[in-house]
């Protein structure tokens, strides 16, 4: 088949960058617009930065600013970044940035270039072979099980603090074998602030000879400098040893001063450790640190992430266990979550080249002397690259997806990449499975993470209060539920499930049909929901016959044969407010973006716990559902669902949006974009949570942390919509407005017949229902108590499937045509 088949594809067209022509290679970087006499860009640098490297991506991937009497060019395209770190590693050494850190703490690893750098490299790769990792591991876990048991319920903690000091510990302990004291642990975090700071205004200075004045930035970054060389000296020289190092033996110290340096046939000196000491400190504190704040910072944004990194780790990691390797390479989830976490919050707000010849990047002839600067936070949320970039998907790593491409640099790449990867990657991933066995963090309200910019992308102002998490019992299976309260996350509390008509008691299956809906109860419901929509303003008496032709509720009682009473109710509310949604954007919301924006954004803001000053019929009738959807479900229901309605609602203005650029699936939008689109902008995800809802529970948090689940539901909402699509198409062919139909698209984007793209479509429903039948018995074997929610995701299709076929809605008015 499949002209349907979806292949990794971006929502955004990616830019055409033409092999470029002999005459294209001595192209001049355009000049970004907006530079100040005197100033140039240095002030909308400082203001925001990730905001104005973000911007320069439009004009090009390489672009001039000014920065004073300075030009520096900027590598916007991820692809000319690799070429820059890869290719031209050996013409373009590292930049200024890093030489104020070569003036401060010698040549090390992290500054020098060339021979001398590769020299050290063989020098120092032992210690992060992948016979060490196993040791490693077993630090990293005591180190944090040991903070992580000196905190006491109840405590506040200052997280990004928090992490710093578990951070510097786990690589003070894991590759100097030592102990550092509180108050040169204190000393250390006191003192990296001004540094950085000292670091990022130096390397700006248009002459190094600044950096010699007695200005208190310098006086400040001159003394932080000190600071930093005792510590390291502390751990350099201890003598104390810790568990698993063997007193000192087989230490970062202890195989730097065993080694020679090839240039000179000499023992590396006492001043080559310790630039080695600091650069390990350097690199593996902040940005570890940084990034366990974040990580901490989403979950609790993403109950439901978490939930199934929990889930995850009970059946690959139990409690307790010393991890491995090996365990640690069956957390593809979790690997999936901070694989995100580093893209969305990539630490390294910019790093600095220098061409120290001319060069040719992409079009571009980049002169001698040329500083080259580029921002991996502003590549890893380049929208080209990473569909909507600034949401928090961990999906989007699943099966391979994006790891390992060019656009995704986090450790750089080349000779330079950085030497600690695998030892980072371990750290996030055993300190945070630590910390989450035993605390379940929650947010202190009005105190969530913020970036804070210099050259690195620090996380400042969360504060969490811990609370002890429940005891999970073996197998994955919960002893009790987290209840958490909507003004945070509350304490645990443990609730039996109610049972549920219709199911089996021991094992949650349904009954072998549902039973017998009585009769007028649809009829009766129906009459409910219309005194509902005009009470609310959504519809006026005469527009009433029009709209019940749709028959509405024929769609929910084919769709959920077991509701009754008032989620009987709840369903066809929901679903007629949608319904009247949607079609408001048949006129001319749906051709103008700021229109869409402004009747979708205050919806969108509910979700939030926003409120409005003056509230529309559409928006107060929308407040109230959202209160009915989510009253009495828990926090990790309530994310999903309100997650979810997001990605449904955005379609709005996102298809009113292409409309109004052109970039409708006739010219620009593909197939996989439109599909995207078409899943989310179905409100198919909304209704299959509302089957937990319905049944009076919620499905097991186990299987909702299954893979297949995920990709079941896709499944669901793909061949719900594609069947839409089928009915709906008469209809939007004769729209004059462009319609985001999967057969329009097929025709159109890719040359088929009506005929043909109709008989694809019909195939690939057939396909996703074969699959979903796989997914569905392989769930079900695994997770039988959560059978009713499986079969309650075919019930859907085939109620689309059923009122599709017969509604009113798709008629195609008799014009004369």
């Known amino acids: 088949m499949s002209l349907l088949t979806e292949s990794r594809k971006r929502i955004v067209p990616p830019r055409n960058t033409p092999r470029p022509s002999p005459l294209a290679r001595s192209a001049v970087p355009p000049l970004a617009p907006g530079a100040l006499p005197g100033l140039g860009h240095a002030a909308a640098l400082l203001r925001d930065p990730l905001g104005f490297l973000g911007s320069l991506s439009r004009h090009g991937g390489v672009v001039r600013i000014r920065l004073g009497p300075r030009t520096v060019c900027v590598v916007t395209d991820a692809r000319l970044v690799h070429t820059l770190l890869v290719a031209l590693a050996h013409d373009c050494p590292r930049g200024a940035v890093q030489d104020t850190l070569k003036t401060a703490f010698g040549d090390g690893l992290l500054m020098s270039e060339g021979q001398a750098h590769r020299d050290r490299r063989r020098i120092i790769q032992p210690a992060f072979g992948p016979d060490r990792m196993g040791g490693y591991l077993a630090v990293m876990h005591q180190v944090t099980e040991e903070r992580a048991g000196r905190w006491h319920p109840g405590q506040v903690l200052d997280v990004a603090k928090e992490m710093n000091h578990l951070a510097l510990e786990i690589v003070t302990r894991s590759l100097f074998g030592a102990r550092l004291s509180e108050d040169a642990t204190l000393a250390f975090h006191r003192a990296l602030p001004d540094m950085v700071k000292g670091q990022i205004v130096q390397s700006l200075y248009p002459n190094p000879s600044l950096a010699r004045l007695p200005l208190p930035v310098n006086r400040r970054f001159d003394a932080a400098v000190r600071v930093l060389n005792r510590v390291v000296d502390q751990a350099v020289n201890s003598r104390s040893g810790t568990p698993g190092s063997e007193d000192g033996h087989g230490t970062l ?26 650069t390990m400190f350097g690199a593996g504190t902040e940005t570890v640190s940084t990034t366990l704040t974040w990580l901490l910072d989403e979950l609790l944004r993403h109950p439901e992430v978490e939930a199934r990194v929990l889930a995850e780790l009970d059946e690959h990691l139990p409690a307790g266990a010393v991890p491995t390797p090996e365990a640690l390479a069956r957390l593809t989830y979790t690997r999936s979550v901070t694989q995100e976490v580093v893209r969305l919050h990539a630490p390294n707000a910019f790093l600095m080249r220098t061409a120290r010849v001319p060069v040719e990047l992409g079009p571009y002839r980049i002169p001698a002397g040329t500083e080259l600067l580029y921002s991996l936070t502003a590549l890893h949320r380049d929208p080209v690259r990473h569909p909507e970039p600034l949401a928090f998907r961990p999906e989007r790593w699943q099966d391979g997806g994006g790891a390992g491409r060019p656009s995704f640099l986090p450790f750089g790449a080349g000779k330079h990449k950085c030497i600690g990867e695998a030892f980072a990657w371990a750290e996030l991933t055993v300190a945070a499975a630590a910390i989450l066995r035993r605390w379940q963090p929650v947010a202190v309200p009005g105190s969530r993470a913020r970036e804070v910019v210099w050259t690195t992308v620090q996380a400042q102002g969360l504060r969490v209060r811990l609370a002890p998490r429940e005891q999970r019992a073996p197998g994955g299976g919960r002893a009790g539920r987290a209840a958490r309260t909507s003004g945070g996350r ?66 929910i009682g084919h769709a959920f044969p077991r509701a009754r009473g008032t989620e009987l109710d709840l369903l066809l509310d929901m679903l007629g407010w949608f319904t009247i949604l949607d079609d408001r954007f048949d006129g001319t919301p749906g051709r103008r973006p700021a229109e869409a924006h402004a009747l979708v954004d205050p919806l969108i803001s509910v ?117 839409n699509d089928l009915y709906s198409l008469e209809r939007e062919e004769r729209q004059t407005a462009a319609a985001f139909n999967t057969v329009l698209t097929l025709q159109r984007a890719l040359g088929c017949t009506r005929s043909r793209a109709v008989r694809a479509v019909r195939d690939r429903v057939a396909v996703l229902r074969r699959e979903s039948e796989v997914l569905r018995r392989d769930l079900q074997r695994r997770h039988p108590a959560g059978r009713w929610y499986l079969d309650g995701t075919r019930e859907l299709v085939a109620g689309v499937q059923a009122w599709s076929s017969t509604s009113d809605r798709y008629l195609v008015p008799d014009d004369g045509r």
Do not use: K
């Open 607 to 723: 979700l939030d716990g926003g409120d409005t000053p003056s509230e529309s019929q559409l928006l107060g009738s929308w407040r109230e559902l959202w209160d009915r959807q989510s009253a009495s479900m828990s926090p990790a229901w309530r994310a999903r669902a309100a997650r979810e309605w997001r990605e449904c609602l955005a379609t709005f203005p996102a298809e009113a949006d292409h409309r109004a650029r052109g970039t409708v699936p006739a010219h620009g939008l593909g197939l996989t974009d439109t599909m995207r689109l078409r899943r989310h902008g179905s409100c198919l995800y909304p209704f299959m949570n509302i089957l937990e809802r319905v049944h009076g529970a919620e499905a097991p948090a186990a299987l909702h942390a299954e893979p297949a689940l995920h990709r079941l539901r896709a499944h669901t909402a793909d061949a719900a919509t594609l069947i």
């Open 253 to 278: 110290p202890t195989l730097l001063r065993a080694a020679t340096d090839p240039a000179t046939g000499c023992p590396l000196t006492e001043a080559d450790v310790r630039s080695e000491a600091i």
């Open 490 to 555: 509350g304490a645990a509390a443990s609730r039996d499930e109610p049972a549920v008509p219709g199911r089996c008691p021991s094992t949650g299956a349904p009954a072998a049909s549902p039973p017998a809906r009585p009769p007028g109860e649809l009829y009766a419901a129906a009459q409910r929901h219309d005194d509902w929509a005009v009470r609310h303003g959504l519809l006026t008496p005469t527009e009433l016959p029009g709209y019940r032709s749709y028959a509405l509720q024929e769609l």
